[in-house]
């Protein structure tokens, strides 16, 4: 049993995988098919896996038989959301090389300072559940999407959504577990412990400290206009702080049908 895909790419852009039966017991033709976005590349810069005159279709599609028509696919190649940060980076590297964090980020954060930062609420109303679901499928499938006439609030909590499903947070477990969780409450925040917490702050890895620090100066832009806002910095820790940083052992799983905020 299993599936045969067939391929029909003519240019850069989307196409569609019509999947037929193999099974010659249940010759039912063409069940559906999987939508994956590709980019074509010269030959000189695919990845050594891919440099085979013919790249054969592996079984990855075996075992869908019974799926709901319409259930989305998504490629792990292209998955964004719930990925270590490390590895997500590593796949984009060949299409936005330039880029220091992940690019849905990039893009988030880009329309926020553009034309968010007086937008009340921000970071704290709820979005469109269906929009910001909408969304992190296309960012999922790979699609390069444009978010310049999106609703701020789904971007703000669609960058949210992303934050807390890291599997590891944007503070890393190993930086909450040796600089947060041995000290009692009253230690936090003291000059002492400040300076112990910025020293540490550089040992993160790269990659993380990078989208901490964008979103740092997103947040104290947004911060220098709360009289408009209403989002000052005590309500911005409160609406983020949630997202960015949780105990190893906490269950943090909040999936894309749980509210926004």
């Given at each position: 049993?299993?599936?045969?895909?067939?391929?029909?790419?003519?240019?850069?852009?989307?196409?569609?995988?019509?999947?037929?039966?193999?099974?010659?017991?249940?010759?039912?033709?063409?069940?559906?098919?999987?939508?994956?976005?590709?980019?074509?590349?010269?030959?000189?810069?695919?990845?050594?896996?891919?440099?085979?005159?013919?790249?054969?279709?592996?079984?990855?599609?075996?075992?869908?038989?019974?799926?709901?028509?319409?259930?989305?696919?998504?490629?792990?190649?292209?998955?964004?959301?719930?990925?270590?940060?490390?590895?997500?980076?590593?796949?984009?590297?060949?299409?936005?090389?330039?880029?220091?964090?992940?690019?849905?980020?990039?893009?988030?954060?880009?329309?926020?300072?553009?034309?968010?930062?007086?937008?009340?609420?921000?970071?704290?109303?709820?979005?469109?559940?269906?929009?910001?679901?909408?969304?992190?499928?296309?960012?999922?499938?790979?699609?390069?999407?444009?978010?310049?006439?999106?609703?701020?609030?789904d971007i703000a909590c669609l960058f949210k959504l992303?934050?807390?499903?890291?599997?590891?947070?944007?503070?890393?477990?190993?930086?909450?577990?040796?600089?947060?969780?041995?000290?009692?409450?009253?230690?936090?925040?003291?000059?002492?412990?400040?300076?112990?917490?910025?020293?540490?702050?550089?040992?993160?890895?790269?990659?993380?400290?990078?989208?901490?620090?964008?979103?740092?100066?997103?947040?104290?832009?947004?911060?220098?206009?709360?009289?408009?806002?209403?989002?000052?910095?005590?309500?911005?820790?409160?609406?983020?702080?949630?997202?960015?940083?949780?105990?190893?052992?906490?269950?943090?799983?909040?999936?894309?049908?749980?509210?926004?905020?």
């Amino acid at each position: 049993g299993g599936f045969t895909a067939y391929q029909f790419l003519t240019n850069s852009g989307s196409a569609w995988f019509p999947l037929e039966e193999r099974n010659p017991k249940k010759p039912e033709g063409v069940l559906g098919g999987v939508k994956l976005t590709f980019h074509v590349l010269p030959a000189g810069q695919l990845p050594p896996c891919l440099q085979n005159e013919q790249v054969q279709t592996r079984d990855i599609l075996d075992g869908i038989k019974g799926a709901a028509p319409g259930a989305a696919f998504v490629s792990p190649v292209t998955k964004t959301f719930g990925e270590e940060l490390m590895e997500l980076m590593e796949k984009q590297k060949l299409r936005f090389p330039d880029l220091k964090i992940p690019v849905a980020c990039h893009k988030m954060i880009e329309q926020i300072l553009e034309r968010g930062l007086k937008e009340e609420g921000l970071f704290r109303l709820a979005g469109g559940l269906s929009t910001i679901n909408g969304l992190r499928a296309r960012f999922d499938a790979g699609e390069d999407v444009d978010l310049s006439s999106t609703d701020l609030h789904d971007i703000a909590c669609l960058f949210k959504l992303f934050l807390r499903e890291m599997p590891n947070p944007l503070m890393p477990f190993a930086f909450y577990d040796e600089n947060i969780k041995p000290f009692a409450p009253s230690i936090i925040g003291t000059d002492d412990w400040m300076e112990s917490f910025k020293f540490a702050l550089k040992k993160i890895p790269n990659v993380h400290f990078e989208l901490l620090r964008q979103t740092s100066e997103m947040l104290s832009k947004i911060a220098a206009n709360s009289e408009v806002n209403k989002m000052t910095v005590s309500n911005l820790v409160i609406c983020l702080s949630p997202n960015i940083m949780w105990e190893r052992d906490r269950s943090f799983n909040m999936n894309s049908s749980s509210k926004c905020g």
